[in-house]
């Protein structure tokens, strides 16, 4: 069994960082791409940012362009999104996906495997 699991989430103030990981552990899988979704109360989930494995291509939705930073570590399983400059819209529970596959990186039915999720609240 495959298993995303989430961390670095907390509550930070408008124009502070956070880097969030996603660790895979669990049944060796090939990973095609590993993407990052959040979901703020009462709104659906939405891109944000994506990475395909084998070439290092990312791709990142244009309200976080510029500020977050998608990123993976071989050797650790790991993916990260480094977060800049954070605003209070930015605010929403973040969650870790991984594709096996070509496909969409904005759609969430994309994906084959998520996290759990970690919250990030920023405070203006």
């Known amino acids: 069994q495959v298993q995303l699991v989430e961390s670095g989430g907390g509550l930070v103030q408008a124009g502070d960082s956070l880097r969030l990981s996603c660790a895979t552990s669990?049944?060796?899988?090939?990973?095609?791409?590993m993407g990052w979704f959040r979901q703020a109360p009462g709104k659906e989930r939405e891109f944000v940012a994506a990475?395909?494995?084998?070439?290092?291509?990312?791709y990142y939705a244009d309200s976080v362009k510029g500020r977050f930073t998608i990123s993976r570590d071989n050797a650790k399983n790991t993916v990260y999104l480094q977060m800049n400059s954070l605003k209070p819209e930015d605010t929403a529970a973040y969650y870790c996906?991984?594709?096996?596959?070509?496909?969409?990186?904005?759609?969430?039915?994309?994906?084959?495997?998520w996290g759990q999720g970690t919250q990030v609240t920023v405070s203006s």
């Open positions: 996906a991984a594709r096996i596959k070509p496909g969409d990186n904005e759609l969430p039915r994309s994906y084959d495997y």
């Open positions: 669990g049944r060796t899988f090939s990973r095609y791409a």
């Open positions: 990475l395909r494995w084998s070439v290092g291509m990312t």
